[in-house]
């Protein structure tokens, strides 16, 4: 049982190992094909700095009309914008950029390509592009982060501070759920583009204090389509310090929705007919 058990987890880490270097493969092939276009790249980050510059100047000037919103005060609530911004462009830059090429991949019969592969199709259609614009607007979102944090004046958990990159990732892991479902419903309907565009501005309810919400709508965003876990547990854990109840319902959620997505692309897969057959 013992020499099993090992085998396993020697099989396990050996995958973890080869995915691992296929994805910082496709990363390295991104990265290189994007250098090639200096004056798109940049243009793309002046497009999304602009936009966060957008936010932050909105934010200004609500606040000077009143001292809090839904019991955030000024700072607090940069900080809240600036973590949906930071979990935005990580979701932008590892996964999003393909997810929503699956569509087009399924109507012209270019998923055979990933089909074919000694790997996971959902792995590859996921991870084979890389947005390395995002790496700038995260760092820059990182900067306005810590600056909102300096203004607050008051002591930021430490354990907050440990714990914020993991729930950063579990938003991130919540978005790419979310747009799996929605762009895998490809497999059953001729055009799903349209999801893409209404997925954009749904999830602006991220940046959105949770507090603002109340009755059937807090709840339906909170556990159905759960955009008000994304943004203010990790903002709220950097404020307050760690809270079980909202470590807990972030946790399951994203392991939930990870599963679910993972069926719903799996039985689009069982179901998809090559454009190309």
């Known amino acids: 049982m013992r020499g099993s058990g090992l085998a396993l987890k020697l099989v396990s880490m050996f995958h973890v190992a080869l995915y691992a270097r296929i994805w910082l493969a496709q990363i390295r092939y991104s990265t290189v ?51 949906n911004m930071v979990v935005q462009q990580v979701f932008q830059m590892l996964l999003m950029i393909n997810l929503t090429k699956l569509p087009e991949l399924i109507r012209t019969g270019k998923l055979d390509f990933f089909l074919a592969q000694p790997a996971s199709a959902q792995f590859l259609v996921s991870t084979r592009n890389f947005e390395p614009g995002s790496v700038v607007n995260t760092l820059a979102a990182l900067v306005v982060c810590a600056i909102a944090i300096a203004h607050l004046q008051k002591p930021v958990s430490l354990a907050g501070v440990a714990m914020y990159p993991l729930l950063v990732g579990f938003g991130v892991l919540i ?66 310090g760690l809270n079980a109840s909202d470590l807990l319902a972030m946790g399951l959620v994203t392991a939930v929705l990870v599963a679910l997505s993972t069926l719903v692309f799996q039985a689009g897969l069982r179901r998809y007919g090559s454009a190309s057959s």
């Open 175 to 240: 978005h790419y759920s979310l747009l799996t479902i929605l762009m895998s419903l490809a497999f059953w309907m001729t055009r799903a583009n349209g999801f893409i565009n209404a997925y954009y501005n749904v999830f602006q309810i991220a940046r959105l204090p949770r507090e603002a919400f109340s009755g059937l709508t807090r709840f339906a965003f909170t556990w159905a389509v759960p955009l008000l876990l994304i943004a203010n547990v990790p903002a709220r854990t950097l404020l307050y």
């Open 33 to 83: 094909r994007e250098m090639m276009f200096k004056s798109n790249f940049i243009l793309w980050v002046i497009v999304d700095l602009t936009w966060f510059g957008l936010q932050l100047s909105f934010v200004r000037f609500l606040y000077l009309q009143v001292d809090v919103i839904a019991g955030w005060g000024k700072w607090e609530m940069v900080l809240l914008v600036t973590t």
